[in-house]
């Protein structure tokens, strides 16, 4: 299905104002609710508490971060006692990173504050509109989960 152009347009603006505006209200609530946790290491967190407990380089290539990048924020969350290392069987070398209690606890009570403040936002909306918007971002977000997907020079898609 060919989508015209001034849609596309309108659209990539419109997630562009969503994504910075998002970006900055998360950043200011997680320093507000636990000024010790960086916007990027709440990603990680939250990552952990929605994939369960992964491998380091899992966690990078998932979210496209280099591997030192996530090391090093492993490190301190680490330090913090948010998260915990568990062994892999049949392999001494590597472990898996996983999420303690308090991590589990931290991550439910921003996602609380969030909740709380898109509940403030919404709050002139229609509930069936909410609904609306709450599915075709799961769609939308479905579509970004899937193979990569690159344009070439004229808009084509390349897989890759």
Same mark, same amino acid.
């Given at each position: 299905m060919m989508i015209p152009g001034e849609t596309i347009a309108d659209l990539e603006r419109e997630v562009a104002v969503f994504?910075?505006?998002?970006?900055a209200?998360?950043?200011?609530l997680g320093r507000e609710t636990y000024p010790d946790l960086t916007a990027a290491a709440y990603g990680l967190l939250a990552h952990l508490a929605d994939r369960g407990r992964h491998r380091p380089t899992e966690i990078a290539e998932h979210m496209g971060i280099a591997s030192p990048v996530v090391s090093r924020r492993l490190q301190l969350l680490e330090t913090l006692g948010l998260i915990e290392r568990f062994p892999v069987p049949n392999d001494a070398r590597a472990y898996l990173v996983g999420l303690t209690d308090e991590g589990r606890r931290r991550v439910a009570e921003v996602q609380d504050v969030r909740g709380r403040r898109l509940e403030?936002?919404?709050?002139?909306?229609?509930?069936? =509109?909410v609904r609306t918007l709450a599915e075709l971002l799961a769609k939308f977000n479905g579509s970004a989960a899937g193979p990569?997907?690159?344009? =070439?020079a004229t808009g084509g898609d390349v897989r890759g």
């Open positions: 994504v910075r505006h998002e970006h209200a998360s950043g200011r403030a936002l919404l709050a002139s909306w229609p509930e069936h =509109d990569a997907r690159h344009c =070439d």
